[in-house]
Structure formats: structure tokens, C-alpha cells
């Protein structure tokens, strides 16, 4: 009986300590993912995963959805998948259960950075302190967990020649994040997924592995829907081209999404492509779009928000049998020798309106809270509401059409970026009716629609010296690449130059000369704040 009591116990020690058993770590090398335990190479076999039928809420989180995990990952596991991507989360919520459920099914987590109301607006982009704010505090809450396998700081943020600046921020986006998970001790990969649009896509692969390296994308991911149907091939749908695109690439190249719907049911023939030898040997694999059957029509089953019943369909099977065939042929990390070659960065041009050489400033709270010191007109209350938001909005237009406000505006194609560009929409508001109260001899402090007020005696004297401060992951303080005018405190005065307000962009925040190049760096207030709607980022 004692030789039996402990026996079981063993037994039970031994389960637990395999049940805890962390997956392995995958690394990069090269254009190549490998398992840095094994040395074998990691091909991705994901689904894209954000059910959202029957979900009432602010905030879609299926991995905070316990039911829904324990439902699902049972079918992961039948699926044969070893990775889903997660665009949307609440970071503020407990995601041990699911995240050790699928660690326990050997599965590894993607997840995008951004979120519908923090992510980089491809039409009017921006990158400040509160939206890096957001997602390193989703960096924090998910980096405990050892099935993390990468982060996508942007999904199709640029989809045309006219977005083309907002992949500036996104860059830039990418290298503070980098900066934030070495300064925690984490090499977590961050990348990009692209909408694969033919007028702008090899600039987009060229401008993230160009440049400093700290600065780069650490994987490129692409979205494609080309090939439709069985009687598509490699050729005619235009895998071919893109897998041509990336054979020199010196990252890694995922397809973050796949899976075309115009033939249903989808039977997935790009599978034998993606796993073979037509692009085996340049892409990592790839993740298909998507579990959850929505209004797009393009799941494998049919779920629903706090619901354990699960309704397969037809492209469930058919995925689930190009899984098991996909076969790709791996190589050893120490066998593998990395090849290509760096891209060159893109020139600004007619189909790109960046200046690659430089990047938007990394944000620091610091120096817009001393930039906002140093106002001797300013809004009552930090925070607008969406009236106001429209009205400042409205008149931030105005005063910047009239004066310079370079010190809020960029040009991307000049590579020109305001000193307190990277602060957030409220305060570069203040920043432009401060602007505006010291050129009028501080005779008036008004906005129309919002409530503002004078300070008599501005805590900072010299908004110079909030140059000085350090940036959110650490570095020194530094003036942007601003060419702008130098705005004094609120006792001081501000030069005007009326040279510059080619540059300073039109009521609405639009461009002028440059196309979308050149914009205040002052969203309308009343857009941000009602800002689901106005965000498009994930479906």
C-alpha cells in the first residue's frame, strides 16, 4: 500500500512537472525561424483567432474568455495548428487559464501590439506617448507567458500610395517597442503585416528591413488573398510574385494572413505552395483567415461569446487535411547559413512619401508634461469632450493656417517631425492656442466650444529646455528633426512665419504641397475621442 501511495505520487509530481513544462523559445536566424532548443526550424501552422459573435462588451478578448478557450483549444489540437494570432485584447484582464491551456496544446501566441482605439491611423498617423503607453502595458501584462512567440506592431496601416507616411510612425513604432522590451530584458520579435497592394508593397518590404537595425522590423508578415480557388496555381495567383519579392530578404517572411473566400468551400491548395518547395525555403509558413465564422464569411466554425457548443463547416475538414500534408522540408540552425542581402532604403517618389532616412521622435511624457508647464494660455480640464474635441479641432485648423505650428506638424517626404509632435492630441491643441494667445499679445484666451484658461506664471519659463528630457524608453533628450519655428514660453513671445504655413497643413489636418505627407500633428479631437469608429484597424 505505501510502495503504492507512492508510486501515484510520483506519477502525480511527474504529470505536473510535464504539465508545467514551458514550450521551447523559437529564435531567428537569418530569414529563418528555429526552435532554440531542438535547432529545428519553426514553420508557422496558425489560425487567425477573434470570435466575435455574441460578444457585448468594450473590449474583444478571447484569451480572457475562458469557456471559449477551453472549447476551442480542444479543437486547436484537432486542427493540428501550432500558433493563432490575436489582434485584440484587454490587457487589464487575467489570461493565465488560457494562455497555460494552450501552452499545455503546444501552442504559440502572436499578437498584435495596436487595438482598435491605439493603433497608428493609416490617414492621419501619429505615434505618441498615450498610444506607446497602451501597448507597453500589453507588452508587460503578456510577457510572463512562454508561448508568446512574436508581436505585429501594425496590420495593413499603409494600404496606398496616399497612406504611404504612416509607415514612418510605424517604424518608429517598431523601434521604441524594441527599445522597450531590451530595456525589460525580452527579445520578443516585432514585425509587420502588409495588405500586399501592388503600387506600394515592395517599398513596404524594402523601408522595414532597411536602415539601423534597431530600427527594422524583426519579420515581415503579408496578408494575401490571391489565390482562389482550385483552379488557381503557384503562378496565376500570384504567390509566385510575392515569394520572388522576399527570396533575398535577410528577415524572416510569414504569411500573417491567407485564405481566400470567393470559393467556398476553400480547400486550400495554396497549402502545398506555402509547405513545399514553390516557397518552403523563403516563407516560415503562414497563418489562415480565420476560426470564427463572422458576417465576412470567412471561419472554419461557428462560436459563439460565453457558448461551449462548436459547429464545424466544410473548410474545417479541408483545412485540417492541408495541415496534415503540409510537410516542409526543415534545415538545422547550425546547418543554415543566412544569405541575402540588406534592402536599399525607398526614395520619396510619386507612390512614396517618406523620406526613409529618418524617423518620426520617440515620445517622452516628460517633455510634453514640461512643454504644457510652460503654457501661459491652456485648457481648463486635460481631458475634452467630444464636443469640445471638434471645436478645438476646428480652431487648431484655423490658427494653423494662419501661423506657423511646426513644432506640432510633420512632413514625412522632408523628414521634418515637430519637437512635441509625439505628444498627445490634447496637448498639442494647447500647444497651438498657446501659439495663437501670444500672437495676439495674450490680449485673448478662448476657444469656442471649450473651456480655457490663463496661467499668470507658467511653471517652465523656457519651453528649450523641454527638449532636454528623456524619452519613454530612456534616451536623452534631443531636439527633433524640426526645421520649425522656436515657440517661447507663455510669458515669452513666438515667432510667426508665414513661410512655413505651406507646411502646417489645412483645417481638416489634411496635406497641401506634398500630398498626405505634410499634417498637423493635431488630430481632429472629436475623431480621437469617439475613435472606434474613426480607427479602422482590424476589421
Same mark, same amino acid.
Given at each position: ?283 516560415? $509558413?503562414? =497563418?489562415?483567415?480565420?476560426? @470564427?465564422?463572422?458576417?465576412?464569411? %470567412?471561419?472554419? +466554425? #461557428?462560436? /459563439? &461569446? *460565453? ?89 487648431? $485648423?484655423? =490658427?494653423?493656417?494662419?501661423? @506657423?505650428?511646426?513644432?506640432?506638424? %510633420?512632413?514625412? +517626404? #522632408?523628414? /521634418? &517631425? *515637430? ?89 481638416? $489636418? ?5 500630398? @498626405? ?23
Amino acid at each position: 500500500m505505501k510502495l503504492s501511495l507512492l508510486s501515484a505520487a510520483s506519477v502525480g509530481v511527474l504529470c505536473a512537472a510535464m504539465s508545467a513544462a514551458a514550450l521551447d523559445a523559437i529564435t531567428i536566424k537569418g530569414s529563418k525561424f528555429f526552435n532554440s532548443k531542438t535547432g529545428d526550424q519553426f514553420f508557422f501552422k496558425g489560425i487567425a483567432y477573434q470570435p466575435r459573435t455574441g460578444f457585448k462588451g468594450e473590449t474583444m478578448d478571447p484569451l480572457a474568455d475562458t469557456v471559449g478557450c477551453k472549447r476551442d483549444i480542444e479543437v486547436f489540437k484537432d486542427l493540428g495548428i501550432n500558433s493563432i494570432r490575436v489582434y485584440e485584447v484587454d490587457y487589464t484582464k487575467n489570461h493565465d487559464t488560457c494562455m497555460k491551456l494552450l501552452e499545455d496544446a503546444g501552442i504559440y501566441l502572436v499578437l498584435d501590439m495596436p487595438s482598435p482605439k491605439y493603433s497608428i491611423n493609416r490617414k492621419q498617423p501619429y505615434w505618441d506617448h498615450d498610444m506607446m503607453s497602451h501597448w507597453t502595458a500589453k507588452v508587460d501584462a503578456f510577457s510572463k507567458y512562454k508561448n508568446l512567440l512574436a508581436w505585429i506592431a501594425g496590420n495593413e496601416v499603409a494600404n496606398d500610395v496616399e497612406t504611404t507616411p504612416s509607415a514612418a510612425f510605424v517604424k518608429a513604432a517598431i523601434r521604441d517597442m524594441k527599445a522597450y522590451l531590451k530595456k525589460k530584458g525580452l527579445s520578443t520579435p516585432v514585425g509587420y503585416a502588409d495588405n500586399d497592394d501592388m503600387h506600394i508593397r515592395m517599398n513596404l518590404i524594402n523601408y522595414f528591413n532597411c536602415g539601423d537595425k534597431d530600427s527594422r522590423a524583426d519579420f515581415y508578415g503579408v496578408n494575401i488573398y490571391r489565390w482562389c480557388g482550385d483552379t488557381a496555381d503557384f503562378k496565376t495567383s500570384g504567390y509566385e510574385d510575392v515569394t520572388k519579392n522576399m527570396t533575398d530578404y535577410t528577415i524572416p517572411s510569414v504569411l500573417t494572413e491567407y485564405g481566400c473566400n470567393l470559393v467556398r468551400p476553400r480547400t486550400f491548395p495554396e497549402l502545398k505552395s506555402l509547405y513545399g518547395s514553390d516557397m518552403g525555403n523563403t516563407f516560415s $509558413g503562414g =497563418i489562415m483567415y480565420e476560426y @470564427s465564422e463572422e458576417d465576412n464569411k %470567412y471561419g472554419i +466554425v #461557428k462560436v /459563439n &461569446y *460565453g457558448d461551449s457548443k462548436v459547429e464545424k463547416n466544410d473548410d474545417y475538414d479541408n483545412l485540417k487535411k492541408a495541415l496534415k500534408d503540409a510537410k516542409p522540408k526543415t534545415i538545422k540552425i547550425g546547418d543554415y547559413k543566412p544569405s541575402g542581402k540588406d534592402s536599399v532604403c525607398p526614395k520619396p517618389s510619386d507612390t512614396w512619401h517618406v523620406k526613409s532616412e529618418v524617423l518620426p521622435p520617440t515620445p517622452s511624457s516628460a517633455r510634453c508634461k514640461c512643454m504644457m508647464d510652460s503654457l501661459g494660455c491652456t485648457f481648463k480640464s486635460e481631458s475634452l469632450s467630444a464636443d469640445e474635441g471638434k471645436a478645438v479641432g476646428e480652431a487648431v $485648423g484655423h =490658427i494653423c493656417g494662419q501661423t @506657423s505650428c511646426s513644432e506640432i506638424s %510633420y512632413d514625412t +517626404v #522632408k523628414g /521634418n &517631425y *515637430g519637437n512635441f509632435v509625439a505628444c498627445d492630441p490634447t496637448q498639442r491643441s494647447a500647444w497651438a492656442v498657446n501659439k495663437n494667445y501670444l500672437n495676439q499679445n495674450k490680449a485673448k484666451c478662448e476657444v469656442k466650444g471649450a473651456d480655457t484658461k490663463t496661467v499668470s506664471s507658467p511653471k517652465q519659463e523656457d519651453q528649450a529646455v523641454c527638449l532636454k528630457e528623456k524619452d519613454d524608453v530612456g534616451n536623452a533628450g534631443s531636439p527633433s528633426s524640426n526645421t520649425g519655428d522656436s515657440n517661447s514660453s507663455g510669458g515669452g513671445s513666438s515667432k510667426t512665419d508665414s513661410s512655413d504655413k505651406e507646411e502646417s497643413g489645412s483645417e481638416s $489636418g489634411s496635406s497641401s504641397k506634398n500630398s @498626405s505627407s505634410t499634417m498637423l500633428a493635431v488630430q481632429p479631437l472629436a475623431t480621437l475621442l469617439a475613435s472606434a469608429a474613426a480607427l479602422f484597424y482590424l476589421f
